[in-house]
């Protein structure tokens, strides 16, 4: 059953679709909160997203657009954790470069980058969850995070780069 | 990664159970359309009663409206920040509030008529409530069927999820 339906019936007031709609995503946004924060409040937060979410449910106008919505309701309270992280990262320019492909994906495998993560800045630290490890689009990854598709490209492509940098730190070479 | 979240499916439903349950709804609704029923019945009976009134007379007739007036804060609080209403449950929600509209305004207008004054004032407040809680009731009705009718059409298009 695709989300859309899921959410569809769960609109309708289905228990077992919303049942069913937590069950598929519980995993995935716990993912997320858990990379942003620390293993304390990762749970605490995790609860207050999908509160937000059941009550936020009713009003959801495209229930084909779930995840990047779910996405927006948890980076809202992950960002509300974590102001003062963000308050210090900088404003880049937007910019429409490409993703570029480079050695890092083929250094790094899913749970070395888990690994790494902790030691980037927020931002960057959040387009790498939302775009490796949530599989979200740039386009989706932009909506979430409310900036344009070229200012997630050139943060992609910081992150990259931050994370080359870790790794050569470490002593791996390409 | 071998790292997992601690609450299971099942556990954080439970933990959303007070959220979704039936009787929170209840109130909620219930909460909004008597309030505002009491408001608007105490605030046209004050306003339409013949005669200079004592100042103890209004004094109760505010304090009375004032508390109809928290009521239905609370329940539009409620129903907008704590209690999701499913499509289904608008629609409920719809027809109380129409039929506490056609209360009210058939009780404000027995006691106008029984008074000889404020019939035609009475009406037209009246009339506006009913107005507004038929539009909601359409509204509901509209979304309701809205959803419906593309759940039909994501079940042709994915037979499977049918079951």
């Not at chain 2, 009787?23 to 009663?49: D, P």
């Not at chain 2, 058939?106 to 035609?120: D, I, K, S, Y």
């Amino acid at each position: 059953m695709t989300d859309e339906l899921l959410v569809v019936r769960a609109q309708l007031g289905e228990r077992a679709a919303l049942a069913e709609l937590v069950a598929r995503w519980r995993v995935p946004v716990w993912t997320y909160v858990r990379r942003m924060l620390d293993a304390e409040r990762a749970d605490d937060v995790t609860q207050e997203i999908w509160l937000a979410v059941v009550r936020g449910l009713p009003r959801l106008r495209e229930p084909g657009a779930f995840a990047p919505w779910l996405f927006t309701i948890a980076r809202r309270s992950v960002t509300e954790r974590l102001r003062g992280e963000y308050a210090r990262a900088w404003e880049e320019p937007a910019t429409d470069e490409a993703v570029t492909e480079d050695a890092v994906e083929a250094m790094v495998d899913r749970a070395a980058l888990v690994s790494l993560l902790s030691g980037l800045p927020a931002p960057e630290r959040e387009i790498l969850v939302l775009f490796y490890l949530e599989d979200l689009s740039v386009e989706e990854c932009a909506r979430i995070c409310r900036i344009p598709a070229g200012t997630v490209k050139s943060r992609l492509n910081r992150a990259r780069r931050l994370l080359r940098e870790h790794l050569e730190e470490k002593g791996y070479r390409p | 990664m071998t790292e997992e979240p601690n609450l299971s499916a099942r556990e954080l439903i439970e933990q959303l159970t007070p959220a979704l349950s039936r009787r929170r709804r209840v109130q909620a609704v219930a909460a909004l359309v008597a309030g505002l029923a009491g408001a608007v019945f105490a605030a046209t009976l004050w306003w339409s009663e013949p005669g200079p009134l004592p100042g103890r007379t209004h004094l109760a007739f505010a304090v009375l409206t004032a508390f109809c007036l928290a009521w239905t804060g609370y329940g539009g609080w409620l129903l907008t920040r704590r209690v999701p209403l499913f499509a289904t449950d608008r629609v409920v929600a719809a027809w109380l509030g129409l039929a506490a509209s056609v209360t009210t305004t058939a009780g404000l207008a027995a006691v106008a008529v029984q008074r000889g004054t404020g019939l035609a004032p009475t009406l037209a407040v009246g009339g506006l409530f009913v107005a507004a809680a038929l539009a909601l009731a359409v509204r509901a009705h509209h979304r309701r069927a809205e959803l419906l009718r593309r759940m039909h059409e994501l079940t042709r298009a994915d037979p499977a999820s049918s079951d």
